[in-house]
């Protein structure tokens, strides 16, 4: 599918360019389409209009570190609780 860019707002192209499914990997496209920044074009693109250049791959996510601290956010040590006499 080929979709024509609407918005003023979008890296994908200027407004009126002409963008192919796999020019569009990594964007959810049902919501730029709801939100107004692309629309489904079911015919080729005209000649004479814009087309994009195929994007690059995305690069991975970064990773996530999963480790907590139990350092308060100053970074001081804490204390051990006392027990309760």
């Known amino acids: 599918?080929?979709?024509i860019v609407l918005s003023d707002n979008f890296v994908g192209g200027p407004k009126g360019t002409v963008l192919?499914?796999?020019?569009?990997?990594?964007?959810d496209v049902p919501a730029l389409v709801e939100g107004g920044?692309?629309?489904?074009q079911e015919a080729p693109p005209a000649a004479g209009m814009p087309?994009?250049?195929?994007?690059?791959?995305?690069?991975?996510?970064?990773a996530t570190s999963s480790s907590t601290?139990?350092?308060?956010?100053?970074?001081?040590?804490?204390e051990p609780a006392t027990p309760a006499q």
């Open 51 to 62: 087309t994009a250049p195929a994007a690059p791959a995305a690069p991975p996510p970064p």
């Open 69 to 78: 601290s139990s350092s308060p956010a100053s970074g001081a040590p804490t």
């Open 1 to 3: 599918m080929t979709y």
């Open 20 to 27: 192919a499914d796999d020019q569009l990997g990594g964007c």
């Open 37 to 40: 920044h692309l629309a489904l």
